[in-house]
């Protein structure tokens, strides 16, 4: 029985592109040989830890989805305690609906580009492989504004008042001060 993870994890801000991309390769290779599958990765980037850990103030944030075994699961987590690159990392279960959500939602949207590229081929228009490209990079986009809204403090929004130039002109006097006679 296969179920639906995504995980998690914070990398030292002195690795290059070469040992992430090791890191994500021995992670889709654990996953593989135990039947399991990585659907998305989606890569922050360097950012701003909340906290120091092991005197590091930034990080380097990846995440991944992916259809596992629950038996796999601590294959990977051993892994990922192991290796001295990851500072922090969380595996966390995905709720189904929301997984079965958008799993109908990316089939829509292929089934629709695909609907397209027929017709712009018959049109002689735009390759498929454009219209798909396009697609994929909104859909990046917009999972990445998702997640940053949801992180966000809700703004505080102020009214502008219109200031005229005589307004702006002017400047109030001076607070008088008190004199204190002694007696």
Same mark, same amino acid.
């Given at each position: 029985?296969?179920?639906?993870?995504?995980?998690?994890? @914070? $990398? /030292? #801000? &002195?690795?290059?592109? !070469?040992?992430? %991309? *090791?890191?994500?390769?021995?992670? +889709?290779?654990?996953?593989?040989?135990?039947?399991?599958?990585?659907?998305?990765?989606?890569?922050?980037?360097?950012?701003?830890?909340?906290?120091?850990?092991?005197?590091?103030?930034?990080?380097?944030?990846?995440?991944?989805?992916? @259809? $596992? /075994? #629950? &038996?796999?699961?601590? !294959?990977?987590? %051993? *892994?990922?305690?192991?290796?001295? +690159?990851?500072?922090?990392?969380?595996?966390?279960?995905?709720?189904?609906?929301?997984?079965?959500?958008?799993?109908?939602?990316?089939?829509?949207?292929?089934?629709?580009?695909?609907?397209?590229?027929?017709?712009?081929?018959?049109?002689?228009?735009? #390759?498929?492989?454009?219209?798909?490209?396009?697609?994929?990079?909104?859909?990046?986009?917009?999972?990445?504004?998702?997640?940053?809204?949801?992180?966000?403090?809700?703004?505080?929004?102020?009214?502008?008042?219109?200031?005229?130039?005589?307004?702006?002109?002017?400047?109030?006097?001076?607070?008088?001060?008190?004199?204190?006679?002694?007696?």
């Amino acid at each position: 029985m296969t179920r639906d993870y995504e995980l998690g994890f @914070i $990398l /030292t #801000p &002195e690795v290059n592109e !070469e040992q992430t %991309r *090791t890191i994500q390769e021995r992670i +889709e290779q654990i996953v593989t040989t135990h039947g399991g599958q990585v659907t998305r990765v989606n890569q922050w980037g360097r950012r701003r830890l909340a906290y120091p850990i092991e005197h590091h103030r930034d990080g380097f944030y990846v995440f991944v989805d992916m @259809i $596992l /075994t #629950p &038996e796999s699961v601590s !294959e990977l987590d %051993r *892994t990922l305690k192991v290796s001295e +690159e990851v500072l922090r990392h969380l595996i966390t279960r995905r709720d189904p609906k929301l997984v079965q959500k958008e799993r109908e939602e990316r089939e829509e949207r292929e089934a629709r580009a695909a609907a397209q590229a027929a017709a712009a081929a018959e049109a002689g228009e735009k #390759p498929a492989e454009e219209v798909v490209a396009e697609e994929v990079i909104t859909e990046e986009v917009v999972a990445e504004e998702v997640v940053t809204e949801a992180e966000a403090a809700p703004a505080v929004v102020e009214e502008e008042t219109a200031v005229s130039a005589a307004e702006e002109d002017y400047v109030p006097p001076a607070i008088p001060e008190e004199t204190v006679e002694e007696a």
